[in-house]
T-cell receptor, first 114, second 112 residues
Framework: AQSVTQPDIHITVSEGASLELRCNYS??????LFWYVQSPGQGLQLLLK??????LVQGIKGFEAEFKRSQSSFNLRKPSVHWSDAAEYFCAVGVADTGNQFYFGTGTSLTVIP | NAGVTQTPKFQVLKTGQSMTLQCAQD?????MSWYRQDPGMGLRLIHY???????DQGEVPNGYNVSRSTTEDFPLRLLSAAPSQTSVYFC???????????FGSGTRLTVV
């Protein structure tokens, strides 16, 4: 069965510090990979996506993610975190062979200290 | 474009009551899904649809029904509400998998 693992439930960083959120997936082929952000009380917004090509992808709000096939990982990074980045972050895997299903990780909650 | 519209935003039900959560999208997306979000569990897929007239079960379908009579609408029906169905429900749609899903703003449901 497909699975998505976000090993960090909660991360705290200082404003201006760098950030890396981890995501590992379990799937036979290279799936479609996504990162979403959810602010409190809001829906989910797509940050970035990967399905082929350059393994380093750029997204909105200064975020980037790197796909590493050998590690089955798709980690999200940001060089300098802003207080407004405090939110819940979800990694998702898209599976084409069963009706475009998306499987989500359990999320990482980010707190930013001024 | 309104995107994905969910109604209502909040709902309180008594155990055993039934209700329908509405979801509509105006982007001509073929793929639509319903998720529930619970603390510490991420988003879990309830039901999904790959087009009008076609639906299938996701990870946690028990207690829920769906239908897809039009491309635009994908309602989720709770047949007999239980406290375990207290959750935040999200509807999402997609044109193609590579685009990712567009999410509605959610419905917060409390079953007492």
């Amino acid at each position: 069965a497909q699975s998505v693992t976000q090993p960090d439930i909660h991360i705290t960083v200082s404003e201006g510090a760098s950030l890396e959120l981890r995501c590992n997936y379990s799937y036979g082929a290279t799936p479609y990979l996504f990162w979403y952000v959810q602010s409190p009380g809001q829906g989910l917004q797509l940050l970035l996506k990967y399905f082929s090509g350059d393994t380093l992808v750029q997204g909105i709000k200064g975020f980037e993610a790197e796909f590493k096939r050998s590690q089955s990982s798709f980690n999200l990074r940001k060089p300098s975190v802003h207080w407004s980045d405090a939110a819940e972050y979800f990694c998702a895997v898209g599976v084409a062979d069963t009706g475009n299903q998306f499987y989500f990780g359990t999320g990482t909650s980010l707190t930013v200290i001024p | 474009n309104a995107g994905v519209t969910q109604t209502p935003k909040f709902q309180v039900l008594k155990t055993g009551q039934s209700m329908t959560l509405q979801c509509a999208q105006d982007m001509n997306h073929e793929y639509m899904s319903w998720y529930r979000q619970d603390p510490g569990m991420g988003l879990r897929l309830i039901h999904y649809s790959v087009g009008a007239g076609i639906t299938d079960q996701g990870e946690v379908p028990n207690g829920y029904n769906v239908s897809r009579s039009t491309t635009e609408d994908f309602p989720l029906r709770l047949l007999s509400a239980a406290p375990s169905q207290t959750s935040v429900y999200f509807c999402a749609s997609s044109y193609v998998l590579a685009d990712g899903y567009t999410f509605g703003s959610g419905t917060r449901l409390t079953v007492v």
